[in-house]
């Protein structure tokens, strides 16, 4: 009996110790890490530190200074600022809870309380979201409670609290970083920050941070969209060189007291006003119809770029005309304008007169034969007047000057007997004539032509 009761007061007397040391609470997001330092007083700096749960016994030990790391925990001893620090990594949900920093001793150990809390990585329930364009400026108001009147404040880029303060773009400790600037209102108790100067990759999330000395820092989300900047029309026009183009360009009525201006350039931060520098250039404004035309007298390939027509000299989105203009010579318009059917139509014609003309020689050459062989027969009759009839086919024929030429002798060849039936054969019979293996034959089975000739 006297032994229980004095496990019983050992036990009792370690929860009285453990319960009655002084506690303080440690802040952490899921997946992250957290640090849980713990200070101990002078003359222990060589005694075994360690970090435990529930009852502390052996099995809840999580770790102690000999071992450095385990698993997801490690320690590490300063012992000039005597403080041990076990950071727990990879937090989880189920690692909320309470914590006990142990210093090892003869008798009673002495104890720490650690109070952990564990939120998701993520912000916030409600985000504010806001619109600019490219080469504005936007800025965002973020309140706070009268107790943060004095604690740090900065902006960051995303949604993760956890890292916010280590990559925050601005904070009320240095207030201007480039196209970031924090301007704190302590009276309204409001931080305002501006961005200017923005692109479209200025576009995403953001958070404003307001931090505390005890508990989670408190955030508010802001989703910002950076537009182009765009205009009231935009459309593309063509002119040609030493000819005038006229530019029409629409406007807001409530602008109709504004100066006007033409702008070339690629971007209308870069452009310069060409109405003035050019006295090709002339600007009439129709106030009744909110619109007003610039006409380019003659016309040079140098006029070619990209114009903007302003109303508003404070260069307010969605106030302006954007024109493409383009310079072409004649022959490059006719050129252009000449359809792909167009000279597909001109090869047909081109080949259909080649062929024919082809055709037309062969059928001239054809004739020119053939009257040649008419001219010799005809002389070659009246020659036999003169003497005997040949003995002969060859005879007949005529003398040896008339055939001299080769090739009328081989083009031009005398029907036989047999063709010329074949001719009185076709002609009886009305139907389509075959074709023919020398063209004289076609020739001499026509009797028009030999009636014409004979004439």
């Not at 939120?119 to 409600?126: A, E, K």
Request: hydrophobic share 30%; with cysteine.
């Amino acid at each position: 009996m006297k032994s229980l009761c004095s496990v019983l007061l050992t036990f009792c007397t370690a929860l009285s110790s453990l319960s009655g040391a002084a506690g303080f609470h440690v802040f952490g997001y899921e997946g992250r890490d957290v640090n849980v330092s713990c200070h101990y007083d002078e003359g222990y700096q060589g005694y075994e530190k360690y970090l435990c749960r529930n009852g502390c016994g052996d099995s809840d030990v999580l770790i102690m200074t000999g071992q450095t790391k385990k698993g997801r925990y490690s320690i590490y001893d300063d012992k000039k600022a005597r403080k041990s620090t076990v950071t727990i990594s990879d937090l989880r949900a189920s690692d909320s809870g309470t914590y006990w920093c142990g210093v090892t001793r003869t008798g009673k150990d002495l104890y720490n309380e650690v109070k952990l809390e564990i939120r998701q990585d993520s912000c916030c329930d409600h985000v504010t979201e806001k619109e600019s364009h490219d080469g504005g400026s936007v800025s965002f108001s973020c309140p706070y409670e009268s107790e943060n009147q004095n604690n740090l404040k900065y902006f960051c880029r995303g949604t993760q609290p956890s890292t916010c303060l280590q990559q925050a773009l601005v904070t009320s400790d240095n207030e201007h970083n480039g196209q970031f600037t924090l301007t704190d209102d302590k009276e309204i108790r409001k931080f305002t920050v501006n961005i200017s100067s923005l692109t479209q990759k200025d576009s995403g999330s953001y958070l404003c941070g307001v931090h505390r000395n005890n508990g989670f820092n408190v955030f508010a989300a802001i989703k910002l969209e950076v537009k182009e900047w765009c205009c009231v029309k935009s459309h593309n026009m063509s002119g040609i060189v030493g000819h005038a183009v006229t530019l029409q360009c629409p406007y807001l009525p409530k602008h109709k007291n504004n100066r006007k201006f033409l702008c070339k350039g690629d971007h209308h931060k870069n452009c310069r006003d060409v109405i003035t520098s050019k006295s090709r250039f002339s600007m009439q404004d129709d106030v009744s119809s909110s619109l007003f035309s610039v006409t380019i007298s003659g016309l040079e390939a140098g006029d070619a770029g990209t114009y903007w027509c302003v109303s508003d000299s404070q260069w307010g989105i969605g106030n302006y005309t954007k024109i493409q203009l383009s310079v072409v010579s004649d022959i490059t318009v006719e050129t252009n304008s000449t359809h792909p059917s167009t000279k597909h139509v001109k090869d047909v014609v081109l080949y259909v007169v080649v062929t024919v003309s082809a055709v037309s020689l062969i059928v001239i050459f054809a004739l020119v034969i053939a009257c040649k062989y008419k001219r010799h027969k005809v002389q070659g009759a009246e020659v036999n007047t003169y003497r005997s009839k040949p003995n002969t086919s060859e005879e007949a024929m005529g003398g040896v000057d008339i055939y001299e030429n080769q090739e009328v002798v081989q083009y031009a060849k005398p029907m036989k007997s047999g063709q010329q039936n074949a001719c009185s054969q076709y002609d009886n019979e009305g139907e389509d004539q075959p074709d023919y293996e020398n063209i004289t034959e076609d020739i001499y089975c026509n009797q028009s032509f030999h009636q014409g000739y004979n004439r």
